[in-house]
T-cell receptor, first 116, second 111 residues
Framework: GAGVSQSPSNKVTEKGKDVELRCDPI?????LYWYRQSLGQGLEFLIY????????KSGLPSDRFSAERTGGSVSTLTIQRTQQEDSAVYLCASSFSSGGRTDTQYFGPGTRLTVL | GENVEQHPSTLSVQEGDSAVIKCTYSDSASNYFPWYKQELGKGPQLIIDIRSNVGEKKDQRIAVTLNKTAKHFSLHITETQPEDSAVYFCAASVYQTALIFGKGTTLSVSS
């Protein structure tokens, strides 16, 4: 079946502009995660949605970052007033969490954001 | 919070040799340990995972071992092939929380 999809695949913006990144999780997956991968770095957790629960925002680096998940499916990550240090690949993952298990996270291809 | 250290950062092997990547974690509550492979321009793909109630798991040429007492886990790839060349990430998490990743190992397999 279809995997996690993200759009756009590449985004170039000017410093100070706002950007929106989209994630379509695997159908039926209840959990959705956003991560950031900076050049030469590992993956850094940003935010996590699980069903109808309040999201875990503990990884967001500043109040310029926000995310929403509409109807328990599609998610949008918004970065306001972008800075050059926001340049990175933004990865989305989804999983089907059930019972007492932590289930496999499946990653999308990412959105490469470049802030000039 | 959880911290995951991964070594080595780069690893070069000859085709057919074995490769071992090691990770340590700090939070004794972590109970899920996946390994991901990332090829250039693509998202990470799960290659194997292990849960805290298991000490070892194998899938063809890939195996993972977990030592909960020492808080470390390792990835073993046997009979390496050029297509194994990629960046490998280990990660740790507690149930239904985000994964905390190591910084990655770039594996190069030369033929």
């Amino acid at each position: 079946g279809a995997g996690v999809s993200q759009s756009p695949s590449n985004k170039v913006t000017e410093k100070g502009k706002d950007v929106e990144l989209r994630c379509d999780p695997i159908s039926g997956h209840t959990a959705l995660y956003w991560y950031r991968q900076s050049l030469g770095q590992g993956l850094e957790f940003l935010i996590y949605f699980q069903g109808n629960s309040a999201p875990d925002k503990s990884g967001l680096p500043s109040d310029r970052f926000s995310a929403e998940r509409t109807g328990g499916s599609v998610s949008t990550l918004t970065i306001q007033r972008t800075q050059q240090e926001d340049s990175a690949v933004y990865l989305c993952a989804s999983s089907f969490s059930s019972g007492g298990r932590t289930d496999t996270q499946y990653f999308g291809p990412g959105t490469r954001l470049t802030v000039l | 919070g959880e911290n995951v250290e991964q070594h080595p950062s780069t690893l070069s092997v000859q085709e057919g040799d074995s490769a071992v990547i090691k990770c340590t974690y700090s939070d004794s509550a972590s109970n899920y340990f996946p390994w991901y492979k990332q090829e250039l321009g693509k998202g990470p793909q799960l290659i194997i995972d292990i849960r805290s109630n298991v000490g070892e798991k194998k899938d063809q040429r890939i195996a993972v071992t977990l030592n909960k007492t020492a808080k470390h886990f390792s990835l073993h790839i046997t009979e390496t092939q050029p297509e194994d060349s990629a960046v490998y990430f280990c990660a740790a998490s507690v149930y239904q929380t985000a994964l905390i990743f190591g910084k990655g190992t770039t594996l190069s397999v030369s033929s």
